[in-house]
């Protein structure tokens, strides 16, 4: 399908679930909206094995744009997810990839895994766990999601162990991966004295970039869910070269 199409990249221990309050918003909006569960998490844990790394996701990615025959894609890399989103822009590129979307994401440079990109990378080996033969990360407590009430123990309930591999994959961002492509971050914050993670100085307005501050959790399509259908809206419909609060 040609059109407004827009694929919802969850994080880690997530799944295409934890995108079920915007999905229907965004569809009455216009959007062609496919929020899509990668390999070994979520409803397709079941399919976890050692090989499954950051390529398998990024193919993951790639497989629905050719079944689904999309062009002219909006990817929104929530997280992890991030890198997911960089990594398949890198492989198809304008004009098939019309705006990559960071949503409290890493901002990945050819070579960076999540473990070298991530302020807290050099402890994550240290989480490291085998389950069933597999290397995972496994799951962790939700409250640092930012979610609440009966939002925190519905995502407590979802996640799924992490594929290792995927968080010490090498991302190949080869010269000229987003030329054309329009960059967008969104940047989830509870206060005023919330820290920037470092990589967001690779936000770059002179390049072309936007940028947003969302008042939300960490998981903010589960925590503020209409902010962020809006704001998505607002970034597939208009060029704003300003940083917005809401």
């Known amino acids: 399908m040609t059109g407004n199409a827009v694929i919802l990249i969850h994080g880690a221990q997530h799944g295409g679930w934890c995108w079920r309050k915007t ?29 499954v790394d950051l390529n398998t996701h990024i193919t993951d990615v790639l497989a629905m744009i050719e079944a689904e025959e999309l062009t002219a894609v909006t990817l929104v890399g929530h997280s992890y997810g991030g890198m997911v989103a960089a990594g398949v822009t890198a492989r198809l590129r304008h ?11 890493p901002v990945p440079v050819d070579g960076d895994s999540i473990t070298t990109v991530h302020p807290a990378g050099h402890l994550i080996p240290e989480g490291r766990t085998v389950i069933d033969g597999v290397a995972v990360l496994p799951v962790h407590d939700a409250t ?21 591999a995927t968080v010490t994959t090498p991302l ?13 971050y969104i940047r ?14 690779r936000v770059d307005p002179a390049a072309g970039w936007r940028s947003f501050e969302l008042r939300s959790g960490h998981d903010a399509m ?5 902010g962020l259908v809006a704001l998505l809206d607002q970034v597939c419909t208009a060029k704003h070269a300003t940083t917005q609060a809401r």
């Open 23 to 51: 999905v229907e918003p965004l569809r009455a909006l216009g959007y062609d909206v496919h929020a899509i569960t990668l390999t070994g998490l979520g409803e397709r844990a079941h399919l976890m094995t050692p090989d």
């Open 95 to 105: 004009p098939a990839v019309l705006r990559l979307v960071y949503l409290d994401s």
């Open 144 to 164: 640092p999601m930012g979610v609440h009430g009966d939002d925190l123990a519905w995502v407590q309930r979802r996640l799924t162990p992490h594929p290792y």
């Open 172 to 184: 190949h961002l080869p010269d000229g991966w987003n030329d054309n492509v329009e960059q967008v």
């Open 188 to 201: 989830c914050v509870t206060g005023p004295h919330d820290e920037p993670m470092p990589y967001l100085s």
């Open 222 to 226: 589960i925590d503020a869910p209409d």
